[in-house]
């Protein structure tokens, strides 16, 4: 007599969501069956999408969007699309540039998740540093701190010349090439009293001089020694 096989029971949000975290291949086995949980969510709103996104499952996260089409703007109960539980930039980035997720969107309090995570986790948290990237057009650096896209290394020193932060030596000032500011820079080098806050003011100033091309004598002279 043949032993007759009992089917196994059809999967549930509530089992796959619990098998995010260390078994996302078994989801994916699941919905290749039962399709229609890809944009299944549970009693809170809380999504297969959602998930993947806290937990970071990127491939599973790619795939319930572009293969399953599930909206990657889908809202929980508290109004909450995926992007407000991203744990990474690089989960965020994902979402917004590769999948289209927008980040203006508000939750039920009216906070978009950029104000969100600057409220509950502040402006060192690198989500926030990249949400906030978007909107103002700065780069966010991986220690947290935003570089600016419009600034730019100041220029080169003229040719001999160095600056040093700090008290400033004989042996910093260089070779300067105009010879008025050269010989009032080795005046003041040879004071006695070459050290002092007063006789270092205008040392600098000087350099000063050197570096933006500007004497106070001649405003608008260049420093640097032509070459015909």
């Known amino acids: 007599m043949a032993s007759s096989q009992q089917a196994l029971p059809a999967p549930t949000i509530d089992l796959l969501l619990n098998l995010i975290d260390t078994r996302p291949d078994s989801i994916l086995a699941s919905l290749t069956?039962?399709?229609h949980l890809a944009s299944a969510a549970d009693a809170h709103?809380?999504?297969?999408?959602?998930?993947s996104v806290?937990?970071?499952q990127l491939d599973l996260l790619r795939h319930l969007v572009q293969k399953?089409?599930?909206?990657?703007?889908l809202l929980d109960e508290d109004g909450e699309t995926p992007l407000f539980v991203a744990e990474t930039p690089e989960v965020a980035k994902c979402l917004v540039e590769e999948l289209g997720a927008h980040q203006n969107l508000r939750n039920a309090e009216g906070k978009t998740a950029e104000e969100k995570f600057l409220e509950e986790e502040g402006e060192a948290n690198q989500v926030y540093q990249y949400l906030k990237s978007l909107r103002t057009g700065e780069r966010a650096l991986s220690a947290g701190v935003v570089?600016?896209?419009c600034t730019h290394p100041p220029p080169p020193l003229p040719e001999g010349v160095k600056v040093e932060?700090?008290?400033m030596t004989e042996d910093a000032v260089g070779h300067v090439q105009d010879p008025e500011l050269r010989r009032r820079i080795e005046e003041l080098?040879?004071?006695e009293d070459f050290q002092t806050e007063e006789v270092q003011s205008q040392l600098r100033?000087?350099?000063?001089?050197v570096v933006t091309g500007l004497g106070t004598e001649d405003t608008g002279r260049s420093v640097r020694r032509r070459v015909d």
């Open 54 to 56: 806290s937990y970071g």
């Open 165 to 167: 932060l700090g008290t």
């Open 205 to 209: 100033a000087l350099v000063s001089e």
């Open 68 to 73: 399953h089409q599930v909206d990657v703007n």
């Open 33 to 35: 069956q039962h399709p």
């Open 147 to 149: 570089e600016s896209e």
């Open 189 to 191: 080098a040879m004071r």
């Open 45 to 51: 709103g809380y999504s297969l999408v959602h998930a």
